[in-house]
């Protein structure tokens, strides 16, 4: 498939998702020179307004699938829960970036997990927990507290729940609802970074500067660049995205959480999840790179050369959640901000409902 | 009309014309939140690839404008040559920025001409030829050589023909089609300049820093920051640009062209023409600023705060025109460049197909 020819000025690129992140990469697309066409069974999705065609259909729709791949040049995705089977059926009927491999592992946390285990790559302790008897010798591994988590379909802090000493772990068993589902340590970390990177067609990798990023109720807050991490530990961190990245044959932008541990602990990079795709805590780099993670992927799916990441400004992401926007007077006036919004018709609690950077020079020369 | 109230996230802004210009304005809008309606009468107008709605209609089809006008919460436009009665008839039904005055002013060059005058702000020798006998008196008083250029409808070097020693000024007359038009002696100048500056619905000004531009054949070439221009100069283009902007009494996004004569000169600057819209030399403002002509030009016809224009990089954008654009692979892998492109489908010969940022870290700090 990467033998497949570059995606030229003019060509469509068919993006699945209409979300925020669908929004973003038909805007990026836009700016090269491409045109989108946006696939999303909610008709109101906001990226409809900024794409030059749009197909509102279920995932499972086989004649309207088979109309979209006729449609565009190379297809994508803005988020890992698209099933797999939609990805396959377009397979063979358009080029599809990133592949299969890494949405079918990236949209379940055990076969992530078994990933790094493969590749040597530090994780939590955790374990499977298939069915309701299986809590007890997870907990028996992991420890307490612990998080069980469900496989699939899980984001923004969905589908977990914490069992600390005393809980019982068959009410959290039902409070995700009884599904296939794996049970995570807690892990006691000193912060929380992420590696935005791209992999071209070509198997050429290039990352943003790592973040630091905060998470309130699971859901991400702010992310700041530059991270407060050793050189020795970001060049782990990048050894380790890029390790995931040549494991998963990724093409496209790649995005991994680790934790890391206080000086002392035996390893003190643990990776949390990955997503294969544009990712929240790259949003900064619209504001304070020459080209934007969403540009980046669009030329990494596009076979166009990756763009050189580097940062001019530093910068800090926050988050507009839920209410939060209703602030957008505010912030559209605070020097050195650039507010984002998503154009979603509907405030609700939890919804991410737009974004801010705020740029400084660099600091770190 | 400045009474109206602000535009919120979810509204929607109509755009008047369909070009480059109108596309990368739509772009700004929607990382606000904004929703855009595109009216045009060429269907292939790049700009409502990224609109969320369209109106393709002759600019003098009144059930169509009236459409519009109810569709939208605020109309702007993206170029001058919109007919004043389409203005008029859409200002009845619309909050329209920038208004009436700065569209019939922009749009032909002897009233142009004649605001400078009236304000006091430098021009080259000028004389009106309304008919073929005015073309004597009107060389007498601006000399040789001198261009003649229609009042109307010119540009990119369009609707001109330059008079030298020797030339026959009747051939000039029927080479720009024997229309109403001005005679402009010719300026050796030094260089040439433009202030992009903003002015708000509250009559306050931001201006981007001041643009070195290069023409070839009546077409900007390049624009380049920092421009080669003292201090002084400097503050004193900016006035020039603002008396200009409270004149129009403008509200958006205004370009000032002038010309930068030779030390010794009795007045160094002279403006050259006016543009009462987002401006290709402003194009550099995308990738080294952190609020872009065309977001500050939307903040404005919204009535949003205007951005802080400060500029975080230098900067020199390169036009794309006609085969130019066959570069693209190239100038997609050249570090620290930012290509634009216009999505259009026919590469034309002195057509603009998109730019180049070439973009470094300040040099004056």
């Known amino acids: 498939m990467n033998e497949t020819p570059p995606i030229r000025p003019g060509m469509?690129?068919?993006i699945l998702g209409g979300g925020q992140l669908g929004r973003m990469l038909a805007l990026a697309a836009a700016e090269m020179g491409l045109s989108c066409h946006v696939y999303c069974p909610d008709p109101k999705s906001p990226a409809f307004a900024v794409a030059a065609a749009r197909t509102v259909a279920?995932?499972?729709?086989?004649?309207?699938?088979?109309?979209?791949?006729?449609a565009v040049d190379v297809v994508t995705f803005e988020f890992e829960n698209v099933p797999a089977e939609t990805l396959a059926f377009l397979a063979g009927r358009a080029p599809v970036?990133?592949?299969?491999?890494?949405?079918?592992?990236?949209?379940?946390?055990?076969?992530?997990?078994?990933?790094?285990?493969?590749?040597?790559i530090p994780t939590a302790p955790f374990a499977e927990v298939a069915k309701q008897a299986d809590i007890y010798s997870a907990i028996a591994r992991a420890g307490?507290?612990?998080?069980?988590?469900?496989?699939r379909l899980g984001y923004d802090g969905k589908g977990q729940a914490v069992i600390r000493a005393g809980d019982d772990p068959v009410a959290a068993w039902r409070a995700i609802g009884e599904v296939p589902a794996i049970l995570e340590a807690y892990v006691a970390f000193e912060r929380e970074v992420s590696v935005?990177?791209?992999?071209?067609?070509?198997?050429?990798?290039?990352?943003?500067?790592?973040?630091e990023n905060v998470h309130e109720n699971g859901i991400l807050a702010t992310s700041t660049v530059p991270a407060w991490i050793t050189p020795a530990l970001a060049d782990e961190a990048l050894a380790i995205a890029g390790t995931i990245a040549v494991a998963l044959d990724h093409v496209g932008v790649l995005a991994v959480e680790m934790f890391v541990l206080p000086e002392g602990a035996p390893r003190r990079l643990l990776v949390n999840e990955i997503a294969p795709r544009v990712h929240n805590s790259g949003h900064w780099t619209s504001d304070a790179c020459l080209c934007s993670q969403f540009e980046q992927h669009i030329r990494a799916v596009a076979g166009w050369p990756?763009?050189?990441?580097?940062?001019?400004?530093?910068a800090t992401m926050t988050n507009l959640i839920g209410d939060a926007v209703d602030a957008?007077?505010?912030?559209?006036a605070e020097p050195g901000a650039r507010l984002h919004l998503y154009g979603k018709a509907e405030t609700r609690p939890g919804r991410k409902?737009?974004?801010v950077n705020r740029i400084a020079p660099r600091s770190d020369g």
Chains 1, 2 share one sequence.
């Open 144 to 151: 307490r507290p612990a998080i069980l988590k469900t496989r």
């Open 97 to 120: 970036f990133p592949g299969a491999r890494s949405l079918t592992i990236a949209q379940d946390r055990l076969f992530e997990k078994r990933l790094m285990e493969a590749e040597g």
């Open 328 to 332: 957008w007077p505010a912030l559209a």
């Open 353 to 355: 409902m737009g974004h």
């Open 196 to 211: 935005v990177l791209a992999r071209g067609r070509d198997g050429g990798i290039r990352a943003f500067d790592i973040t």
């Open 306 to 314: 990756l763009a050189d990441p580097a940062r001019h400004s530093d």
């Open 58 to 70: 279920p995932y499972e729709d086989e004649a309207a699938l088979a109309a979209f791949a006729g």
């Open 12 to 14: 469509i690129v068919g």
